[in-house]
Protein backbone atom coordinates (compact mmCIF):
# COMPACT_ATOMS: atom_id res chain seq x y z
CA UNK A 1 0.00 0.00 0.00
CA UNK A 2 2.95 2.19 0.96
CA UNK A 3 4.35 1.69 -2.47
CA UNK A 4 1.50 2.95 -4.72
CA UNK A 5 0.91 6.09 -2.31
CA UNK A 6 4.66 6.58 -3.34
CA UNK A 7 4.19 6.35 -6.86
CA UNK A 8 1.52 8.75 -6.78
CA UNK A 9 3.17 11.15 -4.80
CA UNK A 10 6.26 10.75 -7.43
CA UNK A 11 3.82 11.86 -10.19
CA UNK A 12 2.41 14.23 -8.53
CA UNK A 13 5.89 16.13 -8.56
CA UNK A 14 7.27 15.20 -11.28
CA UNK A 15 3.60 16.99 -12.36
CA UNK A 16 4.09 19.67 -10.68
CA UNK A 17 7.89 20.06 -11.56
CA UNK A 18 7.20 19.82 -15.34
CA UNK A 19 4.40 22.80 -15.07
CA UNK A 20 6.44 24.93 -13.70
CA UNK A 21 9.63 24.24 -15.78
CA UNK A 22 7.33 25.07 -18.80
CA UNK A 23 5.81 27.75 -17.81
CA UNK A 24 9.33 29.24 -17.07
CA UNK A 25 10.35 27.93 -20.58
CA UNK A 26 7.90 30.17 -21.84
CA UNK A 27 8.61 33.46 -19.93
CA UNK A 28 12.49 33.04 -21.03
CA UNK A 29 11.36 32.50 -24.58
CA UNK A 30 8.68 35.22 -24.92
CA UNK A 31 11.72 37.49 -23.41
CA UNK A 32 13.91 36.39 -26.04
CA UNK A 33 11.34 36.88 -28.34
CA UNK A 34 10.82 40.40 -27.42
CA UNK A 35 14.70 41.25 -26.38
CA UNK A 36 16.20 40.21 -29.66
CA UNK A 37 14.17 39.06 -32.13
CA UNK A 38 11.72 42.46 -32.14
CA UNK A 39 14.51 44.76 -30.79
CA UNK A 40 14.47 46.69 -34.29
CA UNK A 41 10.51 46.80 -34.55
CA UNK A 42 10.04 47.95 -30.94
CA UNK A 43 12.56 50.51 -30.69
CA UNK A 44 11.00 52.05 -33.57
CA UNK A 45 7.36 51.98 -32.00
CA UNK A 46 9.13 53.78 -29.14
CA UNK A 47 10.92 56.42 -30.81
CA UNK A 48 7.76 57.27 -32.71
CA UNK A 49 5.68 57.25 -29.70
CA UNK A 50 8.33 59.17 -27.65
CA UNK A 51 9.47 61.70 -30.15
CA UNK A 52 5.78 63.36 -31.24
CA UNK A 53 4.92 66.71 -31.14
CA UNK A 54 1.61 68.09 -30.37
CA UNK A 55 0.87 72.19 -30.86
CA UNK A 56 -0.81 73.18 -28.05
CA UNK A 57 -2.72 76.79 -27.56
CA UNK A 58 -2.30 78.37 -24.44
CA UNK A 59 -5.98 79.37 -23.37
CA UNK A 60 -4.62 82.35 -21.68
CA UNK A 61 -3.98 85.53 -23.03
CA UNK A 62 -0.05 87.68 -23.68
CA UNK A 63 2.22 87.04 -20.50
CA UNK A 64 3.23 90.60 -19.85
CA UNK A 65 7.05 91.15 -18.11
CA UNK A 66 6.92 94.10 -16.21
Known sequence: ???KS???FK???LFVACFLFLGFAFIV???FQLQV??????YKLA???HHIQIP????RGVIYDR
Do not use: D, H, S, Y
Not at 56 to 59: A, H
Open 37 to 42: LKKEQL
Open 6 to 8: FNW
Open 11 to 13: VRI
Open 29 to 31: GRM
Open 56 to 59: LVPK
Open 47 to 49: ARQ
Open 1 to 3: MKT
